[in-house]
């Protein structure tokens, strides 16, 4: 296994609507190097266009915060009911050392296919919800930056231009 490179903010596919995936298996050999950037970086999910592949898979694993957890795969995710609203404070491994609180469904119904390539569909809530909304709109282009008001964005225009240009804000932020 090796790690990959996670592409930040800046990087133009970052903004590309991802490939479908035609067969799960085309996914295989990129799973255990996607799991172990992930986890290199502490993350708790990654998308496939985070490491430059244009297909259209994340990986996720909360385990280390819920114990019935595990690394998982979605291939081809796609959220197909929301309820409620819910706040967190959320990251990005593309848009290192900027955090901010972002309001989110509450739970989520994902149509998906799993690493076996078996279609499934069913409701999550709590942090994996979270992290799912996160990682899927990755795979349609789409950061978390995006939802912030005009003001907020405002304080983190600078910090995303150093991000492009140099990988890293010279100083953090929590919004
Ligand atoms: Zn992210």
Redesign the pocket.
Known sequence: MSALAVVKYGDPILRKKTAPVADAADVEPYIEDMLETMYEEA?M?L?AN?VSLDMNFMVVDISHVEEDEYARTFINPEITGKEGTSEME??????PDIRATIERAEKVRLLYLDDEGVEQESWFDGLMSRVIQ??VD?LNGI??TDYLTPAKRGLITKRLAEIAETGAPSTGIIL
């Open positions: 993350g999910g998308a985070q959320e990251g990005c491994l593309s848009v996160h990682e990755h950061l978390f």
